[in-house]
């Protein structure tokens, strides 16, 4: 059994204990409904781990809204909803089906699989929340219908997972809690990494931390961490916001690049870590994540730092053609992030 299989195994039997009753085979992983929308979980495809180690890519999606066009003032709405709220997923909008959906897409290999499972099972876990909670509100602003379904035996679901609900109530109760992230572990890490490449520059203390990747010949992407903000569903835990120099000709173009980004690394290829979403804001890209108290393990901070910066290199290559070389690293690109 593969990685991506094994992790998906954990997922269904230990942590879901998922029902068979309200569950179905897909090719590649499996879809069940924990309420009124379904969520599937599957390897979509292999990668390379870190010095080539075999890795699979797991995807796990959650169905939001149906019968959706997308306009200029539909954009508008998701992009607002997608920057305030932005967790461990983010839209991805299909066009030919009309659909947008709830996606988080992880490269996970064996030197990573046992914490990183969990973090796929918060992510889930989250996306079941958010869809279950807002799918009307936000199907009635942007003109669309919330993306309810049954199972194609039992038909639709009248109540919660019972599991599922009681696991929601400790995560509620959780964010009511103080940011899990130690103080002296950001400042150590502030210490240790920020003075050297990949950052061309930052800074941080107890609360967290800034720095700067190069972006293109002459330019530089932001990468912002903070455990003093508060997410509105969330609660407590760890803010993470990158934004990057972008062109284009007007926030329609900026929202619907936005959203193709999405598409891509959340739902066909990641870049870094695929929690969190893309958004268009104040002239620039971002790239907005929040990690709830439950997430915390020690030394994620500096993997989620790593991920950053490959995502800053792979955007740095896609939106300018410029791939980082140790020229790249010259200090005086450093405040140079539109």
């Known amino acids: 059994m593969s990685v991506g299989q094994d992790t998906l195994g954990w997922l269904r039997t230990d942590l879901f204990q998922v029902d068979t009753a309200w569950s179905e085979e897909t ?3 499996f879809r069940w409904w924990p309420h009124r929308q379904a969520q599937t979980l599957e390897v979509i495809g292999r990668d390379a781990g870190p010095d080539g180690a075999p890795a699979d890519l797991v995807l796990v999606r959650t169905e ?3 019968d959706l066009d997308l306009d200029e003032e539909v ?3 998701l992009q607002a909803v997608a920057l305030r709220t932005a967790g461990m997923a983010g839209p991805v909008y299909d066009p030919a089906r009309r659909t947008l959906d709830l996606c988080t897409l992880v490269r996970v290999y064996a030197d990573i699989d046992g914490w990183m499972r969990r973090l796929i099972g918060l992510a889930a876990m989250l996306q079941i929340r958010d869809a279950d909670r807002g799918a009307s509100a936000i199907a009635e602003a942007v003109g669309a219908m919330p993306a309810q379904s049954g199972h194609p035996e039992r038909g639709e679901r009248a109540l919660p997972d019972p599991l599922i609900a009681e696991a929601l109530l400790r995560l509620d109760a959780e964010a009511r809690a103080a940011s899990r992230w130690p103080g ?5 890490f502030a210490e240790t990494y ?3 490449s990949p950052a061309l520059s930052g800074s941080g203390d107890a609360t967290g931390f800034t720095a700067e990747f190069p972006h293109g010949k002459r330019a530089a992407s932001l990468c912002e961490v903070a455990t ?3 997410h509105p569903w969330y609660g407590h835990g760890l803010a993470l916001r990158q934004r990057f120099p972008v062109l284009v000709t007007s926030e329609a173009e900026g929202r619907r690049l936005a959203l193709e980004l999405n598409a891509r690394a959340l739902s066909e290829a990641p870049m870094g870590y695929g929690f969190g979403s893309f958004g268009y804001q104040d002239g620039a890209l971002a790239f907005q994540a929040f990690f709830p108290n439950p997430a915390y393990r020690s030394g994620l901070v500096t993997n ?3 991920s950053c910066a490959e995502r800053a290199r792979m955007l740095s290559v896609l939106l300018t053609g410029v791939d980082w070389t140790e020229a790249s690293f010259d ?3 450093s405040g140079a992030c539109g």
């Open 27 to 29: 090719a590649c992983g």
């Open 64 to 66: 939001l809204l149906r």
């Open 75 to 77: 954009l508008e709405v």
């Open 184 to 188: 002296d572990e950001l400042a150590r």
């Open 194 to 196: 920020l003075d050297q």
């Open 228 to 230: 003093d903000q508060t």
């Open 304 to 306: 989620l730092y790593l």
């Open 331 to 333: 200090s005086s690109r």
